[in-house]
């Protein structure tokens, strides 16, 4: 709790946290749409996961020159240009006359979500260098708290929207403003990224292998979930209220940033790993209670899933940092890269899965995702 109260109390600090926040109130309220996208663009399944592929290979493609332009830019200009760039082209997916327009206007959003995950984070990661302070976590969390704030939000309002565009360009419109008053606090900073950011060494998977498989895995969940919770409780568990779909996604969330406030007390208690065993069994635990499809059981199950995985992450990191022979900027890019690439595919994956069968086989296979994970680190912990 010491680095949320850090953040609080010093502007230095929320601003950056804020685009955190920023990015997933954005995604957040994309998700609560899907469904009117889905339905008035005629799509099944498979293609909703194709379009959701088009916002990955968009995000793959920003890897390939997004630290070479925030070299040139300096890490504080890049992560507002690029939070408020991402914030005006999330318009446009709800604007799309067509299914090839949609998809490549989230092709654009994933560039630009790619873009200005480096920046912030690299400027997170330079203010503590500087500061001699640690807020990552925190600042983790409150990307968490942006799901919360537009699954909360959207709770209230949905039932009101009877042109879906208007919410997210209100959405937009709080974002480009709240960023453009507190970019003050770090657009001086100049500080570039490495230009072999977002790089990947395959020499290392063999030292990091298990961490590997266990991000991969995890953050694969939590990209599933956040584009598939909604059409899971209106598909599979049949919901008939929209401002009730959308609760599983708001739990998630909110379970999610609670879970990483706590987080760092509650690692140097347990140790990583056991809190890494632990996160993934919780995880299953809220998987079997969401394949139940009973309403405010799967609803609950959601919010498990999110506590679970709150803690997970961090501690991979923080694990990835201090793997013997691997350097620990290079332990973490490698994992982190993993998680990435599963927060990716996931959803796209969980699509072709649900038009192949059904949504529910999607979610099965993550709680056996969940149960993977959970024996890969019992096998660590045997190992260690």
Not at 125 to 137: A, I
Not at 175 to 193: E, S
Request: glycine residues 12%; proline residues 3%.
């Amino acid at each position: 709790m010491h680095s949320l109260v850090l953040i609080l109390a010093n502007k230095r600090y929320f601003a950056p946290s804020w685009v955190f926040a920023s990015l997933n109130i954005m995604i957040g309220t994309w998700v609560l749409y899907i469904p009117r996208v889905k339905d008035a663009l005629g799509l099944d399944d498979g293609e909703i996961g194709i379009a959701l592929f088009c916002l990955g290979l968009g995000t793959l493609t920003s890897l390939t020159f997004a630290s070479r332009v925030i070299k040139s830019l300096g890490v504080g200009k890049s992560t507002i240009v690029g939070i408020s760039i991402f914030a005006l082209l999330y318009i446009f997916p709800l604007l799309a006359p067509s299914y090839l327009l949609l998809c490549i206007a989230l092709f654009l959003v994933g560039i630009f979500s790619c873009f200005t995950d480096i920046a912030m984070n690299a400027l997170v990661s330079d203010l503590e260098t500087e500061d001699e302070v640690h807020f990552m976590s925190s600042a983790h969390g409150f990307f968490s708290i942006g799901g919360a704030i537009a699954a909360g939000v959207g709770y209230f309002i949905i039932d009101h929207i009877e042109v879906p565009v208007y919410h997210i360009m209100g959405a937009a419109v709080v974002v480009l403003i709240t960023n453009a008053f507190l970019a003050k606090n770090y657009i001086h900073i100049k500080a570039p990224v490495e230009e072999n950011e977002g790089k990947v060494n395959l020499g290392l998977l063999k030292p990091l292998l298990g961490l590997t498989i266990i991000a991969f895995i995890i953050m694969g969940s939590e990209g599933a979930i956040e584009q598939w919770s909604k059409l899971y409780l209106e598909d599979v568990v049949q919901v008939t209220s929209e401002k009730t779909a959308g609760m599983g996604f708001l739990m998630f969330s909110l379970f999610m940033a609670l879970g990483r406030f706590f987080g760092d007390g509650v690692s140097k208690r347990f140790g990583a790993l056991k809190i890494i065993i632990g996160g993934s069994t919780l995880a299953l635990l809220g998987y079997m209670l969401v394949l139940t499809a009973i309403t405010y059981t799967a609803i609950i199950g959601f919010a498990i899933i999110g506590l679970g995985f709150s803690v997970v992450i961090p501690e991979l990191l923080r694990l990835a940092g201090k793997v013997k022979g691997v350097s620990s900027a290079d332990g973490i890019s490698f994992v982190a890269g993993a998680g990435f690439i599963g927060f990716l595919g996931s959803p796209p994956l969980v699509g072709f899965l649900a038009d192949m069968s059904s949504l529910k086989l999607s979610f099965m296979v993550l709680a056996v995702g969940s149960m993977i994970a959970t024996l890969v680190g019992l096998v660590k912990m045997k190992n260690s």
